[in-house]
């Protein structure tokens, strides 16, 4: 059925940022404004009298099962592997870089498999990767965590004295700003690793930063900043504002229930739900309380946007909702006409998602799919909807709309305000053709810029 949801109206924030203008300008629009009308290519191949199967792939039983080597002989036993790991036939699920974004040897970004993975938590080992100063190789027992500044009683903790604190877990989405970056100029990338692979979503384990905070006596009638600082070789720092830090922050030190990975900060990093991954700072080995913002090199020469007349905002902190149709995409291709149910994950870091929609025609009608996760606040939350694919051109997109009434706006929306020299915060729907079902491109699926 046709979504008639036409005027949804978007919440605009109260705090000063990159995100009011934004938030401003898509206004009233998102919900229809800048929709993409296609028109479907017919093909020589397709004959609808053909297209029954209730399910694409289906086939009768015609023979018995047959006995691999495998049932006739025993397996391994559970001393091969004392830690566990994921079996041979899915080595190609892994985490990879684009060789001319990272020319290096040192790899600065990996991405996650989006497409491959089900639920919504990321494994260790499948978590994306951003380095500004290589992975540092710390011992625990030799790592110290200061905190000074506008404190009543400047404190130094080691890891085990954090571990004594009360301690909370959460589940939250982690994402580069610059996910999806090349889109911004139209650059086409078939696979959702490398759209939107750039973020992660897992389980934290660790400390409140505000318990810290309070053990060290804050000066919270002048304390307005804190500065983190990490102790790997970059010396990463970010300003954060203080409500930040005191809301719903914490410091981490384990992840996934095993302690943190040496690639996600070992032995213990930021933890900022909602913000860019570039404040969570990793190897976290100092907080400074500060009345004014730092101004560091990565909140001056990075992770701030340019605009179209050559100015820059000032500071981004939030990641706005986004969503993204992980099966079908680019990195398969459809087994023929007949039922499929169209997967994906969407996100908000301004809480929870409320509701998505999908498209199969370009963004004409939309339907409203159902969630299949859990839906938590500043996580991801599975969404899923039944299609009868009738072997003929479609168009999918999906739209999130979050808690806030903020709706995901299509990409003419945000280079309209933007431009295309920004790198961060493409948040836009994107749009994946399924090509015609015939002999010669086999139900092909594409990523289509516009």
Known sequence: MTDKRVEEKVALPTEESRNQSRRAFLKGTAAVAGGVLFT??????YDPKKAVAPYAGKKEITEPLKDGPWRKRLGFGVRKYPYGVPSPDVSYIQRRTLEWLTPD???????TPLQHLHGIITPNGLHFERFHGGAAD???KDHRLVIHGLVERPLIFTVDDLKRFPSISRIHFIECPANG?????????????WTHGMMSCVEYTGVRLSDLLKEAGIKLDKARWIIPEGADASGMSRSIPLEIAMDDCFVAYAQNGEPLRREQGYPIRLVVPGCEANMWVKY?????????????REETSKYTEL???GTAQRFSWYMEPNSVITYPSPDFKMQGPGKYY??????????KVAHVDVSFDGGKNWHEAHFTSPVLDKAWTRFEIEWDWDGSEAFLMSRVTDET???????PQMRAIEGTNNVYHRTAMVTWRVHAWNSKNGGLIENVQY
């Open 284 to 296: 976290l080995r100092r907080i400074k309380v500060s009345d004014v913002p730092l101004q560091h």
């Open 405 to 411: 009434g903020y709706v995901q706006p299509p990409m």
């Open 138 to 140: 710390i011992k625990a």
């Open 105 to 111: 040897s040192m790899a600065s970004i990996t991405m």
């Open 40 to 45: 479907k290519a017919a093909s020589a191949d």
């Open 342 to 351: 169209v997967r994906g994950l969407a996100w908000s870091g301004r809480g």
């Open 181 to 193: 970056a090349m889109e911004w100029k139209g650059v086409q990338l078939n696979s959702v690793q």
């Open 307 to 309: 605009m179209p007349d």
